[in-house]
């Protein structure tokens, strides 16, 4: 058993030997707007009418930014708008803990088994 991890960290090794580091570029922090667009599209993916944590933190993001670009134009609308942006941006992170995001454990290429059932579905499945 010992042999075939060692065999496959060899691999591992022999293939991360052949990358070349990429040159970073002047200015931003590498990889930084990469992120934000990473972010946002995972934020979009999925079902179009799903009420997602990332979706609803990225229209409170949108309502803030709209009442900053809208603050000189219209100042009646910025208040409503910055509560607005703010009240959802305090749902979105609370729905994080609701409805955690499900996070698949792979390896090479492969699901891997959790260690089990979660304490909240032994429970339901006990009640029944």
Known sequence: MS????????????EAGDLVPAKPRLGA?????RLIRAYIGQSL???????????VMLIAVLLLLAA???????????GPLAWAGLLLFIVGYGLFFV???KIEKRWRGQTVESGGESLWTRL???MK
């Open 3 to 14: 042999e075939r991890y060692q065999r496959e960290i060899e691999e591992i090794l022999e």
């Open 29 to 33: 922090r590498p990889g930084f707007w």
């Open 45 to 55: 993916r999925g079902n179009r009418w799903s009420l997602s944590p990332g979706r």
């Open 68 to 78: 900053l670009v809208l603050r000189g134009a219209l100042p009646g609308i910025v």
């Open 99 to 101: 409805k955690p995001p």
């Open 124 to 126: 339901r499945r006990r």
